[in-house]
């Protein structure tokens, strides 16, 4: 872009208006916004280095409806989300040696994280991917310090959250003890006593 500029010059009956063009000059950004934007990439490092996991996705296409839900889904579920510039989550990503992904960071990309059930932001946003047809898209995530193919992601999509196979495998060990304490009722019962009753025997 270049800059017109007015000049005067003289000559024969006078004076003549003229004009030049001189190349613009463009302002390099100043040390506050280089700062700022160096504690963004610090921050987001930061973040990412310390989560259990993250997934990034293209969100171009949802309604403020849609994404105000998500928000308060993921927010419930203990999950930080926000929209990031590409070219800062670019510096910070190859800060945690996550380089690979530097090729799908274009377009429009928010970053959700947690520090918590490692299986609930793959799980909640490759939903909500599947519920918007193509309108929302996970473009890639990572857990514990690796990054995952997209086919990985969407199979651990379909496992139940943390607190599911806590509850699952909670239910299996009591599964035996539960069937240990129906057959001493029954048989106290038939006795006409009953487990609330019984007494310890005598030592």
Do not use: W
């Amino acid at each position: 872009m270049t800059v017109l500029c007015a000049s005067l010059s003289s000559g024969p009956g006078g004076f003549l208006l003229g004009a030049k063009s001189i190349p613009e000059v463009k302002s390099l950004p100043n040390a506050k916004v280089l700062s700022e934007k160096q504690a963004i990439v610090e921050a987001l490092a930061q973040r990412i280095g310390t989560a259990a996991s993250g997934v990034l996705v293209d969100y171009k296409g949802i309604t403020v409806a849609e994404d105000t839900a998500l928000r308060r889904e993921l927010r419930a579920a203990g999950i930080e989300y926000s929209v990031v510039k590409n070219t800062l989550l670019r510096f910070a990503v190859d800060k945690c040696g996550y380089n690979d992904f530097d090729s799908i960071l274009n377009g429009t990309t928010s970053l959700a994280t947690t520090q918590g059930d490692p299986i609930a932001p793959i799980r909640i946003l490759s939903e909500h991917a599947k519920k918007f047809n193509n309108k929302f898209e996970v473009k890639g995530g990572f857990m514990e310090g690796k990054i995952l193919p997209l086919s990985e992601l969407a199979e651990i999509a379909q496992l139940p959250g943390k607190d599911a196979l806590y509850s699952k495998v909670l239910g299996t060990l009591l599964a035996p003890i539960t069937s240990l304490a129906v057959v001493l009722g029954q048989i106290l019962e038939q006795k006409g006593g009953s487990l609330e009753t019984a007494e310890p025997a005598a030592e």
